[in-house]
């Protein structure tokens, strides 16, 4: 029986959690939950200078509203140097590795004379096979001895067979001289400890993954399965910046995109399952391989984010489509609905989340209802409300008032209503909507009047007509 899955994340922690490192914290949270395995998170703070407690604050948040739990602490890289260090002794001792006492000036003037010659400048250190009686007491670096003859073939899920020259790898520090285990020691050590099995991450880190193996095959460890996948690119091809939306995940959150969209889209952007653009999270706990994973960079495309936001909102049922949108006023530092609000939110549910693309619309769509009297209507609006049709408001409500406020009964009352007046129904509709909503746009008017009910719905006509 094969072990387990276990995958994790390694964020370093010197930013925000941006949308490639979400997808990658995405895939592989996918991967091990679809797998019955276990999906690890690895705060890779070894740089002290540019790690901060605020990036690792923004980091949790941001996996925790995409949905993305893993299990167990979270592990601080950093808070493990010893025994990465260890690790650099072990190999020392074993003789997979050495002490280097060059000097940065030597090693300067080595790569100036393999420039000058041609030559690589990979350095080459006398040490590596310096008798150690030779050595003297100065401060040294331990050096793995890389391998120097033959190849090194990645075998990866994504590029396939990834051939290095070994001549190509330099004998790497993995202890500095001040007793401080290097990055690349840091991730393999880590790997190995946490039981890492498959390690899916940005293509960036497909050169590391050469160097990481010299370090796995000279412990004796078995290398996990490695998942490099393409960067993910701006709409027009090129590698992501700020100006393409490479935002951190709460940026994406603040414009209003749910999260269960956000994972379906985030999921398509590099892997696909046949033409399927929409599903949800079982459907892509049910269908998630490596396989599916793409080997050219996808492109975002706020369009096709949007229109997959757009039917999640949809498909969500209302209570819980409701609580995310309190989440999200929350979150974005809006007022909370008050009770009644929540109530009149829940019965037009069924209409606001046709069409909505995001909370913002959906909010917009619902401002009837968040609005307060006196309802303040927009300029467009305000052209529908003179003194005719003013007149006609107060006419109407008589009627409103005797009216059962079903459906059935208003559409009755107000078309009634409209044929005595000599208008159209649409006519009418015009200044109703202005007094109700202060908008020329709204949701059907039967929809608001039966959402606000008879006492607020009168109360807004009688404002609109004073
Ligand atoms: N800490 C690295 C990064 O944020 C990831 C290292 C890894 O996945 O091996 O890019």
Redesign the pocket.
Same mark, same amino acid.
């Given at each position: 029986m094969s072990s387990p899955v276990v995958t994790r994340f390694?964020?370093?922690p010197t930013g925000y959690l941006h949308i490639g @490192?979400a997808r990658t914290a995405l895939f592989n949270w996918l991967f091990a939950r679809a797998q019955g395995g276990k999906f690890l998170l690895r705060i890779?703070d070894t740089d002290r200078e540019r790690s901060t407690p605020e990036a690792t604050a923004a980091i949790l948040k941001g996996l925790d509203w995409l949905g993305l739990d893993h299990d167990g602490e979270a592990i601080s890289q950093f808070a493990r140097a010893s025994r990465h260090a260890d690790v650099a002794r072990q190999l020392l001792h074993q003789g997979r590795a050495y002490k280097c006492f060059a000097t940065q000036d030597e090693i300067e003037t080595f790569r100036e004379a393999a420039r000058a010659e041609g030559r690589s400048t990979l350095y080459r250190s006398p040490w590596r096979d310096a008798d150690p009686s030779t050595h003297p007491d100065l401060p040294y670096v331990i050096r793995i001895k890389a391998p120097q003859e033959g190849e090194t073939v990645i075998v990866d899920q994504v590029q396939g067979n990834v051939t290095i020259r070994n001549d190509q790898l330099d004998d790497m520090v993995l202890l500095r001289g001040d007793g401080t285990p290097v990055y690349m020691l840091a *991730?393999v050590v880590d790997d190995h400890d946490m039981g890492v099995t498959h *390690?899916i991450? @940005?293509d960036d880190?497909l050169n590391n993954a050469a160097r990481q193996m010299m370090i796995y095959h000279a412990m004796g460890w078995s290398v996990p399965v490695w998942a490099h996948i393409p960067l993910i690119h701006g709409p027009d091809g090129k590698k992501l910046s700020k100006r393409h939306g490479a935002l951190g995940v709460e940026e994406y959150q603040a414009m209003g995109y749910p999260a269960a969209g956000m994972r379906n889209y985030l999921t398509r952007l590099g892997w696909s399952h046949g033409d399927d653009e929409f599903f949800n999270d079982a459907q892509a706990l049910a269908w998630f391989n490596l396989e599916g994973i793409g080997k050219s960079p996808a492109r975002l495309d706020f369009k096709k984010l949007e229109n997959i936001c757009g039917q999640h909102i949809a498909a969500t049922p209302d209570a819980a489509l409701l609580h995310e949108l309190m989440d999200f006023l929350a979150a974005t530092g809006q007022p909370a609905l008050p009770a009644h609000k929540k109530a009149m939110f829940f019965a037009a549910m069924p209409h606001l989340k046709e069409r909505a693309k995001t909370f913002f619309e959906l909010l917009d769509k619902a401002a009837f209802i968040t609005a307060d009297r006196p309802i303040q209507p927009e300029a467009k609006a305000a052209e529908q409300l003179n003194d005719v049709s003013r007149g006609i408001l107060i006419e109407l409500t008589p009627h409103l008032q005797n009216a059962s406020w079903t459906r059935d009964d208003l559409e009755h009352v107000l078309n009634e209503f409209a044929q005595m007046q000599g208008m159209t129904f649409g006519k009418l509709a015009g200044p109703m909507r202005a007094a109700i909503a202060g908008r020329s746009a709204t949701p059907s008017v039967f929809d608001m009047l039966l959402v606000l009910g008879r006492e607020e719905s009168l109360a807004r006509l009688s404002d609109a007509a004073a």
């Open positions: 390694a964020p370093s @490192g890779e *991730v *390690v991450r @940005g880190h």
